[in-house]
């Protein structure tokens, strides 16, 4: 093996590394550690009171016997009022899994004190979308050992290792991080905001089919620059929001109102609905240049890419759905 590619293949193993880490460590972290803490039920204000709702069924508020109609008055001792319910609500977030806390309840005239444990609730959407970012790396990794001296094989690669950082950005993420690890994710969901799109459409411009615009410097340039300016303004957004505590506990309250007016203008529909469409017309510009190259080649290299081609357009669907949901549920 000569050294150049023995350097080229360092490189792989250490990206790779790189990537699991993230990935895995940031799903373990999101689960397990800093997701909110849930009591399994829904509290709603009703005149001066706030009222249990919506029980799930097998659920640890079920397991307490809370019953629907139970009203709340109190958790271990501090008093819930229909001024101090958010309040109520931010500290059971941030409560230990399996922590237990007694909630003071009224019912037909009587005082109950059930304890309830806290639970982290696992997300069956967030191990898909690990595992299809697995599944991604997996196949750049067996494409660029087979040929890691070919550009397309790298470039595919690439791709697979930023589909890692995919965790960081694909759904708003719920939880209670400490200020440091949310300037971490941040950083990397950035870099996959501002790398994976024009990634995605360049290699489509490679591969299947040679399109003569991949050679247009221009033209790449400036798709690098335009999702470049997309990663540093989701880099300023995440920065802004980890900072939150700060502002929040400086002393003059007009700088943190100001700063949440900023926040609310950057989150803003229009310029999200802008940045989706940015990302998604990349995704589809990607995904129809694949289709077109495929539909260039011979018959026999068509066939044996169809696969590809059908799951390629199943991802962009998924994504598209995803996106909608997470840009029309995003508060702050």
Not at 95 to 114: D, N, S
Not at 187 to 216: C, D, E, I, Q, T
Not at 299 to 318: C, G
């Amino acid at each position: 093996m000569s050294p150049s590619l023995q350097r080229i293949k360092f490189r792989l193993i250490l990206t790779s590394l790189l990537g699991l880490l993230i990935c895995l460590g940031s799903f373990a972290l999101f689960q397990w550690v800093y997701a909110y803490s849930d009591d399994q039920c829904s509290w709603v204000v009703e005149g001066n009171q706030v009222v249990i709702r919506e029980i799930l069924p097998n659920g640890v508020a079920e397991e307490a016997g809370m019953l629907e109609g139970d009203v709340l008055k109190a958790i271990s001792g501090r008093k819930v009022t229909p001024r101090t319910l958010g309040d109520a609500q931010n500290r059971i977030n941030e409560e230990g899994e399996g922590r237990i806390l007694v909630y003071t309840l009224e019912r037909e005239g009587r005082t109950l004190q059930q304890p309830v444990r806290l639970v982290k609730p696992f997300s069956i959407a967030s191990l898909f979308v690990v595992v299809s970012a697995l599944v991604a790396w997996a196949l750049g990794l067996l494409v660029v050992v087979s040929s890691a001296q070919r550009k397309v094989a790298r470039h595919f690669f690439y791709l697979g290792v930023l589909t890692l950082l995919v965790p960081l950005v694909v759904r708003p993420f719920l939880g209670t991080l400490p200020p440091w690890l949310n300037v971490v994710r941040a950083l990397f969901g950035s870099l996959a905001v501002g790398l994976l799109p024009p990634m995605w459409f360049h290699f489509f411009l490679r591969f299947p089919y040679p399109f003569p615009l991949r050679k247009n410097k221009r033209f790449l340039q400036g798709l690098y620059l335009v999702f470049g300016l997309v990663g540093v303004y989701n880099l300023f957004l995440g920065l802004l929001l980890a900072s939150m505590d700060y502002f929040k506990a400086a002393a003059d309250p007009k700088q943190y109102e100001a700063v949440m007016g900023l926040i609310a203008v950057l989150i803003g529909p229009k310029i999200q609905l802008l940045l989706t469409g940015l990302i998604f017309a990349a995704a589809l510009a990607g995904a129809i240049c694949f289709w077109r190259g495929a539909w260039m080649l011979p018959a026999s290299r068509r066939r044996a890419l169809l696969p590809a081609l059908i799951l390629a357009s199943a991802v962009l669907l998924d994504w598209w759905r995803s996106s909608r949901w997470a840009s029309s549920s995003t508060t702050v």
